[in-house]
């Protein structure tokens, strides 16, 4: 238990910044999956600007690291590399 005032604050802002990244990290993975959806579908249109309208989404919380930019990176290719293989 943090017994000075510093350390209580630091431990509300711990939570508090826990919880951002958890949502956006969340957010993350609606995304992917929305994604997935769309090949899995077979509209290769709609998976493309799904793709289009997310890149910026998983940069940015690359960005913020709360993922690592590998990890975005791999993100982006595997799904870039799904919707040229659907028909």
């Known amino acids: 238990m943090a017994n000075s005032a510093q350390a209580k604050k630091r431990a509300r802002q711990a939570a508090k910044?826990?919880?951002?990244?958890v949502s956006l990290r969340s957010k993350l993975r609606t995304i992917v999956k929305s994604?997935?959806?769309s090949i899995?579908?077979?509209d290769k249109s709609?998976?493309?600007t799904a793709f289009k309208t997310s890149i910026g989404t998983v940069d940015s919380i690359a960005g913020k690291g709360i993922i690592h930019k590998n990890k975005a990176a791999r993100y982006k290719s595997r799904l870039s590399a799904a919707?040229?293989?659907t028909a």
Do not use: L, T
């Not at 910044?17 to 990244?21: I, T, V």
């Open 46 to 48: 709609v998976a493309q």
């Open 35 to 37: 994604i997935r959806k």
């Open 83 to 85: 919707i040229k293989m």
């Open 40 to 42: 899995d579908s077979g």
């Open 17 to 21: 910044q826990r919880e951002h990244n």
